[in-house]
């Protein structure tokens, strides 16, 4: 199982303070977290992409390119990519560079994204988001796999005789997930292509979360992908440590009750009964954590966030700290225990390399 943390890289005022960074200080703050994930034994970081203030990261490929030249293990990832006010072809591009610049430790997540002025910025209309979702991995997957694509769809000019250019790495794509809060049509398009589903479930109780993640294991097996269980399932969380409990509440209160996404709505504690987010001491994120087992099932990714609402940085890199001390290591071991041989790991390149080669192989025998 992959454990790993992502940013949505907010530029937000320190509550305590006042004291808001600059999109230079906070863009390289990024790549200093990320490079501390790697240092603390993390197996994931992945960026989100916003296109709007308070946020710096609206180049994706940019910021993970830099990071992998300073990085030699940690997979990289987005929390999301925009399929909607994306162009296809472009992120065919951008990603598949990406891949030979950080030798095949990429994927992605694609997503609708939730801003609705972006979507007019990008020449889209938000009242079409599926249908765009849709037909645009669609493209997106022939262009990965397909050397000449003659293409005519509903949102974008033909494409006539286009060949990517460079094709991915090995001639495998990167791994796709498919991130959603609430979009069974989300769930659908992942199950169909036999893609991985990442459910960010910080805002939303277990019920729910259990309820998307198990429409798209069934329409997996539907789909004839694997068993239900073979589905190649994501969690996003929030946590926020300190040795002591009451400690980490004290000092994470100021933080919730003015964050952009949180704040001026149910307490502190409320929200963290009511939803995946813990803030308290190492051994209470492990046990909430491994209670994301109890109506997921055995799943591949775990990402949390860390570093959001103004946190300074020093704080985050403390976070990490505790993480990969003191909740990773046991996080492993606990998810491991009675995990079935049949339910695969997260794929990565190398595994997808193998698989295509095996599948080659059977082919031509």
């Known amino acids: 199982m992959q454990f790993g943390i992502f940013t949505i890289g907010d530029v937000t005022p320190d509550p305590t303070t006042g004291r808001a960074p600059t999109e230079a200080e906070r863009i390289r703050a990024t790549v200093t977290i990320a490079k501390k994930a790697e240092e603390v034994g993390l197996d994931v970081f992945a960026t989100g992409e916003h296109h709007n203030p308070p946020f710096v990261p609206s180049s994706p490929t940019t910021l993970l390119g830099y990071i992998a030249g300073q990085t030699e293990r940690i997979q990289l990832s987005t929390a999301t990519t925009l399929i909607t006010t994306n162009d296809p072809v472009k992120i065919a591009e951008d990603y598949a560079v990406l891949q030979h610049l950080a030798d095949g430790r990429v994927d992605l997540m694609l997503g609708r994204g939730n801003t609705g002025p972006v979507y007019p910025w990008f020449g889209q209309d938000i009242r079409t988001a599926v249908p765009l979702t849709v037909e645009n991995y669609r493209l997106l997957r022939r262009l990965w796999r397909e050397e000449v694509v003659d293409w005519t769809g509903s949102y974008r000019s033909p494409l006539q005789g286009f060949t990517l250019a460079p094709r991915p790495l090995d001639g495998v794509p990167p791994f796709v997930w498919h991130g959603s809060i609430r979009t069974p049509e989300v769930a659908e398009l992942a199950a169909f292509y036999g893609d991985g589903f990442f459910a960010n479930h910080i805002f939303w109780p277990p019920s729910h979360t259990k309820r998307m993640v198990q429409l798209y294991r ?147 025998a």
């Open 218 to 364: 069934q329409r997996f097996e539907h789909h004839g992908r694997g068993d239900a269980d073979q589905a190649i399932v994501g969690l996003g969380g929030h946590v926020f440590l300190r040795p002591n409990s009451q400690d980490a509440v004290d000092e994470f209160r100021p933080y919730f009750d003015n964050a952009p996404v949180y704040g001026h709505g149910p307490s502190l504690e409320e929200f963290a009964e009511q939803t995946p987010l813990t803030v308290g001491s190492p051994q209470q994120v492990i046990d909430k954590t491994l209670s994301f087992r109890d109506y997921v099932g055995d799943y591949q990714r775990q990402l949390f966030l860390v570093d959001h609402a103004g946190l300074p940085l020093k704080t985050v890199l403390e976070q990490l700290d505790l993480l990969g001390e003191e909740v990773i290591p046991v996080l492993r071991k606990e998810f491991a225990a009675g995990r079935p041989d049949h339910v695969p790991d997260a794929p990565t390149h190398e595994s997808l390399v193998r698989a295509a080669r095996i599948a080659t192989a059977e082919r031509s």
